[in-house]
Each structure stands twice: as structure tokens, then as C-alpha cells.
């Protein structure tokens, strides 16, 4: 029986309530910088209700760049962030469900020693082994290319343990029954294991996508050229200042406009989590 006490309510909710406002308020503060001139943003005075400059500021940030510095628009660097965080989403899903496809349905030797092999791949980042990557890359000619954001990231032991732990609790009965109806592994593969997925893949893709969207050693090294320069950097590179002021509305702009996609991408794949949980308990 679960006693109900409106006092713990309401402390909960007031938690809650500060703990929300202490996150919320910085992107508050930067939407509002985003509406002001450069001079209003760092006069110390910046009023906390919007201005009369967003449509121009946002125009400026999106379609035309700074005029201070030698950088593409953030439209541009949003297509590149987009492509290289979906691709790397894509790819380590891909991979990782394969691999954990493999590890736990097939019997060949080592197999236990490839998996773990694997797993402790988790103790070497893209930045521990920066160089060789870099080198491979670079001798490959994917510098300043899709691929060359993309491919030396795809790979994922936390992917390859998260799938290969889900594929354990599926019943063996599922894989003896395909084997009755004269199913392959790759036809039991796509069409029981995948639709089961679809929650670990959501959830996966949520994680995946915001972490390559938020990439910025890797990108700032492989790319040479304003054009293939992703969002994190355009934010960096907004505040280089000489001895004029910093077009810190257009760099508040470019913020809000880089939050923007993670958002839709857990909203939507909330939905779609939700939506296989319902499927599942069905």
C-alpha cells in the first residue's frame, strides 16, 4: 500500500521546480540574447524580455554569417552537423547490432574472447587513439569529407553490449520456432529480432545521435574548410574577437538554432519508445 503525504508533494514538486528553472534559465537568457544588438548583450543592462532584433539576427546567423569573421553560415554547418551525427547514429547501430547478432547466436571459437575484446574497446576513445586515426584518415584522403567524420566513430562496444544483452533475454523458443518455419539467420534476423528492437534501437539512437552531434575534437581536426565545419565549432569560432566587440547575438542565435535538432530527435523518439512498449506489452 503506498501512502500518499502532500507535505513530500509538494517539497518533490518544488525540487523539481527549482532544479528545472536552474536549467532552463541560461537557455532562457541566451533566446533573449539572440534578439538584441551585440552592444545591448554586453552592456551588463541586457533587459530579460526579447528585443526587436530576431528576425534579423537569426537571418544573419542562418543565411549570411558573421561579418567579423571568415566563416559559413550556420545553415551550412547545420546540414554538416546533421549528416555526421545521423550517419555515426546510424552507423553504430548498424554495426553493433550485427556484431551482437553475432556474438550471441552463433557458436565459433573465441567467441566469448571476441566480445570481450570488444568491451574493452570501451577504454579507447577516438581522443586516446587520436593520431593513428588521424593517420588513417589522412592517408586514406577523407579529410574535409562526410566520411571522414563519420566512419572512425561508427564503431560501438557500449552499442554491442546494450544489444547483446537484450538479444540474451529473448526466449529461445522464438529462434527454434523460425528454425520449424525454414527461416535463415538473416530472415530471423529481420524479421524477429528487429521488430523487437525497435525500443533498444530508439533509445540507442537518442544517444548516439546527441553524441555525435556534440562532437568537436574530431571534426576541428579533420576539417580544414569553412564549408564542412560543423555547428559545435561555428559557436567556438563566433567568439574570436580583435578589437571590435563579439557578435554575441549571432553566437546566442547559433546556440538556440543548435539545440534545436537533439530536442526534435528525443521528442520523436520518445514517441516511437512509447509506442513499442505499448507494442510489446500488446
Do not use: C
Amino acid at each position: 500500500m503506498v501512502e500518499h503525504r502532500p507535505l513530500n508533494d509538494i517539497i518533490a514538486y518544488a525540487i523539481l521546480t527549482l532544479g528545472v528553472f536552474i536549467v532552463a534559465f541560461p537557455v532562457y537568457l541566451a533566446l533573449i540574447a539572440s534578439t538584441h544588438d551585440a552592444a545591448t548583450v554586453v552592456s551588463g543592462n541586457m533587459p530579460l524580455s526579447p528585443g526587436d532584433q530576431m528576425l534579423e539576427n537569426y537571418y544573419r546567423a542562418v543565411f549570411i554569417g558573421g561579418a567579423r569573421t571568415s566563416r559559413e553560415p550556420v545553415a551550412q554547418m547545420l546540414i554538416n552537423s546533421f549528416i555526421s551525427a545521423l550517419g555515426i547514429a546510424l552507423g553504430k547501430i548498424f554495426i553493433s547490432m550485427l556484431s551482437a547478432y553475432a556474438v550471441v547466436y552463433f557458436r565459433f571459437p573465441f567467441r566469448k574472447t571476441a566480445f570481450w575484446i570488444i568491451f574493452v574497446t570501451l577504454m579507447l576513445p577516438v581522443e586516446v587513439r587520436i593520431y593513428p586515426t588521424y593517420k588513417v584518415v589522412a592517408d586514406l584522403k577523407m579529410l574535409d569529407t562526410y566520411a571522414g567524420l563519420i566512419l572512425p566513430l561508427i564503431a560501438s562496444a557500449t552499442g554491442t553490449l546494450l544489444f547483446r544483452q537484450f538479444f540474451m533475454t529473448i526466449p529461445e523458443e522464438l529462434l527454434e520456432a523460425s528454425r520449424i518455419d525454414g527461416a535463415g539467420p538473416f530472415r530471423f534476423f529481420w524479421d524477429t529480432l528487429l521488430p523487437l528492437s525497435v525500443t533498444t534501437i530508439a533509445a540507442l539512437f537518442v544517444i548516439q545521435f546527441i553524441y555525435g552531434w556534440n562532437q568537436y575534437l574530431w571534426p576541428l581536426l579533420i576539417t580544414t574548410q569553412d564549408s564542412m565545419q560543423t555547428i559545435v565549432i561555428g559557436i567556438k569560432k563566433m567568439l574570436y574577437t580583435t578589437d571590435e566587440l563579439a557578435e554575441w547575438q549571432l553566437a546566442m542565435a547559433t546556440a538556440i538554432l543548435a539545440m534545436l535538432p537533439p530536442v526534435a530527435v528525443v521528442v520523436f523518439m520518445q514517441r516511437l519508445f512509447v509506442r513499442g512498449l505499448v507494442e510489446t506489452e500488446k
